[in-house]
């Protein structure tokens, strides 16, 4: 069984920044897919940002671009999402998800593996 960690949600002003980290609990950590997606309250789960370590390609929300960064560290099995320039709209709660298989999807259901989330508010 796969687990995901996240950690680093908090308080910020807008304008800020935070980096959200997610421990793999596997030393295969190339061999995933590993994807950012966020919840709002009232809204549904969307994609922020994903990548595969192995294809050195990342891919974002179109209103993230320019402000979050996805990337991983091979050696710490941990994937990042460090967020700049945060606005009130980025409050959520943040998730990490996992897949073996190639490819990048955008929906929830692509992705097998998800951790138990971390909140992120940007107070305005």
């Known amino acids: 069984q796969v687990q995901l960690l996240e950690s680093g949600g908090g308080l910020v002003q807008a304008g800020g920044s935070l980096r959200l980290a997610c421990a793999l609990s596997?030393?295969?950590?190339?061999?995933?897919?590993l994807g950012w997606f966020r919840q709002a309250p009232g809204n549904e789960r969307e994609f922020v940002a994903g990548?595969?370590?192995?294809?050195?390609?990342?891919y974002y929300l179109d209103s993230v671009k320019g402000r979050f960064t996805i990337s991983g560290d091979n050696a710490k099995s941990t994937v990042y999402l460090q967020m700049n320039n945060l606005k009130p709209e980025d409050t959520a709660v943040y998730y990490c998800a996992a897949r073996v298989e190639f490819g990048v999807p955008r929906d929830v259901a692509g992705y097998k593996y998800w951790g138990q989330g971390t909140k992120v508010t940007v107070s305005s």
């Open positions: 596997r030393r295969t950590f190339s061999s995933y897919t």
């Open positions: 990548f595969r370590w192995s294809r050195d390609s990342t």
